[in-house]
């Protein structure tokens, strides 16, 4: 069974970083393809990146393309998202997900965390 539990999201100036982790304590991570999505306020969830299960692929949105970068630990069983540049505009909940078909969209990626809360001020 696949328990994803994101952390290290929380309140960033206009342009500062912050890096978020997701972590998986089960078996199946180094078999699965991963990504992250967004929720921003009021509006629906969007995919923002996602990395095949061997961590030779990824894929971003056109929005955080050179922006943010995906990567995966398989000794560590961790999905990361580095996220520099940010803009008040990249407020939002993010969730990290998985799944075996694909990594390039939402509707591959059925399994998701409970999610974590990025602020970015202005």
């Known amino acids: 069974q696949v328990q994803l539990v994101e952390s290290g999201g929380g309140l960033v100036q206009a342009g500062g970083s912050l890096v978020l982790s997701c972590a998986d304590p089960?078996?199946?991570?180094?078999?699965?393809?991963m990504g992250w999505s967004r929720q921003l306020p009021g509006k629906g969830r969007e995919f923002v990146a996602g990395?095949?299960?061997?961590?030779?692929?990824?894929s971003y949105a056109d929005s955080v393309k050179g922006r943010f970068t995906i990567s995966r630990d398989k000794t560590k069983n961790t999905l990361y998202l580095q996220m520099n540049s940010l803009k008040p505009e990249d407020t939002a909940v993010y969730y990290c997900g998985a799944g075996l078909s694909g990594f390039r969209a939402l509707g591959q990626l059925p399994y998701w965390g409970q999610g974590t809360q990025v602020t970015v001020s202005s």
């Open positions: 089960g078996p199946t991570f180094s078999s699965y393809h």
């Open positions: 990395i095949s299960w061997s961590g030779e692929y990824t």
